[in-house]
Nanobody
Framework: HVQLVESGGGSVRAGESLTLSCVGS????????MAWFRQSPGKERERVVF???????DYVDSVKGRFTISREDAAKTLYLHMTNLKPEDTGMYYC???????????????????WGQGTQVTVS
């Protein structure tokens, strides 16, 4: 069973940066389809970025050029580096893993996947 724990959220001003971390219970989870999602009050959860087991990343258009996903296998950690933050980036950010496949193929099911508890990002 994959356990994921996010951290690094906080309150920042527009234009500032944050780096979120997602630590897994085992390094191998990083070889599967992974993702960062976010959810704002009153809105549906949306995908921020998918990353395949081979490291190929697929970002939502609104964060391209500002957010970068990376991973550190030895630390069993997935990161989301966020720069030039905007108020519309505000939300709860979740790390997720689909341990049934290596390639996200542009989709990430909500069921039968592993999710962290989330970390709040507030941009004013």
């Amino acid at each position: 069973h994959v356990q994921l724990v996010e951290s690094g959220g906080g309150s920042v001003r527009a234009g500032e940066s944050l780096t979120l971390s997602c630590v897994g219970s085992h390094y191998s989870y990083l070889t599967y389809c992974m993702a960062w999602f976010r959810q704002s009050p009153g809105k549906e959860r949306e995908r921020v970025v998918f990353i395949d087991g081979d490291g190929t990343a697929d970002y939502v258009d609104s964060v391209k050029g500002r957010f970068t996903i990376s991973r550190e296998d030895a630390a069993k950690t997935l990161y989301l580096h966020m720069t030039n933050l905007k108020p519309e980036d505000t939300g709860m950010y979740y790390c997720a893993c689909d341990s049934s496949r290596r390639n996200c193929a542009g989709r990430f099911p909500v069921t039968n996947t592993h999710w962290g508890q989330g970390t709040q990002v507030t941009v004013s």
